[in-house]
Each structure stands twice: as structure tokens, then as C-alpha cells.
């Protein structure tokens, strides 16, 4: 008899969202790996629970070479409950890796449903919930950080992000820059907790709000591309692709090469497109004068 993973939905904020079988789950567990020990101690408090089974640490720093252990102890018929600091395991959260060593040695995989910040996230924002995808954190790099967004330019389906609150001010500042400053989105911080905050905008009013600093656990909503940006762009349009790409590190030449590709048109429009561009910049600062 091999044993079962339960990936165990944690609360994202407000420890009464817990829902029942939460605390049947731990109780009866015979390991519970757990992303923060700590808390998962408070956890347990706040649900009366009493841990009869081994408590093993299970974070990003250790998930490679403890998930051989914990397949061991799910084949030898062990019940492991997995659960994260906050929301679903798998989810920008360690558990992946255990799941798919599971699910290779046949091991019955199970899940307690529980908050979702990305679900959440969504419905509050105010912003379309037919369709979306979720993105996870950004990189930490602004490079890395545009190329990530510039892929996700032209996607028609809302966007989530998650990101810490010392990166908010420049991720919506890159947002603003690939996907327009009037582009709707909603930053939401806090969620479920006592300083719960929605904050809803075209990108560029946003960026200007989140520089004076942002706390909190942040999730990010962004409105999809229209459908009329998904068709050819206009030479402004064209420009801007073109220095969002210059600036990530790209050369001039492999930047008008690769936005001609993606928008379906010759590479000598977006060549005119850019120089248009520079020559309105340069007129624009002639006009203005000497400060």
C-alpha cells in the first residue's frame, strides 16, 4: 500500500477562511511538511489543532533534496499533508517537485481546497474574469523583467502577478512602459487581512501612486490587450516596441528585426517608425528650449 500527498490549501490572510477538513488533515497526518515550521505552529493554534505526526521543513532551499525523502515515506504508505505559508502548494510555492515524484511512483495525490490570492485577486479587481492566465512573480531584473512582459504585450486574457512590495513601484513601471500607460489594472495588498487594500487604475496613475512605497503581500491584476492592439500597431506603437527592447539590451538592428516578425509587418516601416519617433523627441525638446 503506498500513502497519499495532500496538498493543503492554507488562508491567505484571515485564519477562519481555513475551511474544516484543513484541521482533519493535519490531525490525522503522519508527516506534514510545511514551508515556514513557524507558521504552521501558529496555524495549528489558531485551529486547536493538535500535530500527531513528524513536522519537516519544505521550502525552496531544501525542496530538491528533501522531496527524495518524502517519496520514500509516500511509497512506504506514509500520509504527507503539504502546506505553504500562504494559499496552494505548487502555486509560486514549493510542492511541484513532489507532486510529479508522487504521480511517477503511483502514489494517490489529493487536495484540500482552500483561498487562492490569484482567484481573489481577480474577482475583486474589477477587471475581466471570463479568461485569464496567471503569470507568477516577474524577474528581478529589468531586462529579464521587460522580456517577460513584451511576450505578454499583445495577450488578449487578463493578466495576475504576484510581487513583493519593494519591487511593486518598478514592476508597474515596466507594465506601463510595455503595455501603455492607460492600460486598466488593480493592485491588491493584503487580501483577507486587517489593511486590506484594492487599488484600481489605468497603469501609469498606479506607478505614479506605488512610488511613495507599497507594504504588504501584493497580487496584480492587469487588463488584457485589446482586440484592436492584437491587429497591426501604429508607428507610435511600433517605436515604443522597439525601445522597450533596447532598453532590456538588444541592438537597434535585432530589436526593428523582431517587433517587424511579431506585428506581421516589413522592417523598413518600423525602421521609419523609429526614426518619426526620434525626430518628434528631438523637435519636441527644440520647442521646449533651454531650462
Not at 490572510?13 to 515556514?36: K, N, Y
Not at 517519496?71 to 494559499?87: F, I, K, N, S, Y
Not at 492584437?230 to 538588444?250: H, K, T
Amino acid at each position: 500500500m503506498t500513502g497519499t500527498l495532500v496538498l493543503a490549501g492554507t488562508p491567505i490572510g484571515d485564519p477562519s477562511d481555513a475551511p474544516p477538513r484543513l484541521a482533519a488533515e493535519l490531525a490525522a497526518a503522519d508527516i506534514v511538511a510545511a514551508e515556514d515550521t513557524r507558521r504552521l505552529r501558529r496555524l495549528t493554534q489558531a485551529l486547536e489543532v493538535t500535530l500527531g505526526g513528524r513536522i519537516v521543513s519544505y521550502f525552496e532551499g531544501n525542496e530538491s533534496a528533501r522531496t527524495p525523502e518524502l517519496a520514500e515515506a509516500l511509497a512506504g504508505g506514509a500520509r504527507v499533508v503539504l502546506v505553504t505559508d500562504a494559499g496552494m502548494p505548487s502555486v509560486s510555492d514549493p510542492g511541484y517537485r513532489l507532486v510529479a515524484a508522487a504521480v511517477e511512483q503511483g502514489v494517490r495525490v489529493t487536495a484540500v481546497p482552500g483561498p487562492s490570492a490569484v482567484l481573489t485577486a481577480l474577482a475583486v479587481s474589477g477587471l475581466p474574469v471570463d479568461r485569464f492566465c496567471f503569470e507568477g512573480f516577474l524577474p528581478r531584473k529589468q531586462g529579464e523583467r521587460l522580456a517577460r512582459l513584451r511576450e505578454a504585450a499583445d495577450e488578449r486574457r487578463t493578466l495576475v502577478y504576484f510581487e513583493s512590495p519593494h519591487r511593486v513601484a518598478a514592476s508597474l513601471a515596466a507594465m506601463a512602459q510595455v503595455f501603455g500607460e492607460e492600460r486598466e489594472a488593480a493592485v491588491c495588498r493584503e487580501l483577507t487581512k486587517t489593511y486590506e487594500q484594492v487599488r484600481r487604475g489605468p497603469l501609469g496613475e498606479l506607478t505614479r501612486w506605488a512610488a511613495e512605497g507599497v507594504r504588504g503581500e501584493i497580487t496584480l491584476v492587469v487588463r488584457g490587450a485589446e482586440a484592436a492592439a492584437a491587429g497591426e500597431p501604429d508607428a507610435a506603437e511600433l517605436a515604443r516596441r522597439v525601445a522597450v527592447r533596447e532598453e532590456a539590451g538588444e541592438r537597434r538592428k535585432e530589436a526593428i528585426a523582431e517587433v517587424a516578425r511579431e506585428a506581421g509587418v516589413p522592417k523598413r516601416q518600423v525602421f521609419d517608425a523609429v526614426v518619426a519617433h526620434k525626430d518628434a523627441v528631438v523637435a519636441h525638446k527644440k520647442a521646449e528650449g533651454p531650462r
